[in-house]
């Protein structure tokens, strides 16, 4: 397992932005898949946007424009910018990694076609971001 810790989070206005990181504790580039996910009070977490092993990289619909995930392999973190955010975008985020990268094949978790457990097996203690109109 990789201990996974979140920063960034904080209160901005709608239209604001903010950078998130997830400090790993060991190689992420160990890692078949790394994601950002979220989670509103009262509803279900929600995948935000993921990186594989190959850089790939897939985002949610309500997001994709605004949201860019990254991982700086030199400093085993993962980012999440976020601009032009929205009231909806508020909720506790989370850092997960998938580790099992000698389980996939044809790719990692953001090649389409390539299969694998996609099994987040780690998951930091969240960050909490709050957008206010």
């Known amino acids: 397992q990789v201990q996974l810790v979140e920063s960034g989070g904080g209160s901005v206005q709608a239209g604001g932005s903010l950078r998130l990181s997830c400090s790993a504790s060991?190689?992420?580039?160990?890692?078949?898949?790394m994601a950002w996910f979220r989670q509103a009070p009262g509803q279900a977490r929600e995948e935000v946007a993921i990186?594989?092993?190959?850089?790939?990289?897939n985002y949610a619909d309500s997001v994709k424009g605004r949201f860019t995930i990254s991982q700086d392999k030199s400093k085993n973190t993962l980012y999440l910018q976020m601009d032009s955010l929205k009231p909806e975008d508020t909720g506790m985020y989370y850092c997960?990694?998938?580790?099992?990268?000698?389980?996939?094949?044809?790719?990692?978790?953001?090649?389409?076609?390539?299969?694998?457990?996609?099994?987040?097996?780690?998951w930091g203690q969240g960050t909490q971001v709050t957008v206010s109109s």
């Open positions: 060991r190689d992420i580039h160990m890692m078949a898949c």
């Open positions: 997960a990694a998938d580790p099992s990268a000698h389980l996939y094949s044809g790719g990692y978790c953001a090649t389409p076609g390539a299969t694998g457990p996609r099994d987040f097996g780690s």
């Open positions: 990186i594989d092993a190959d850089d790939k990289t």
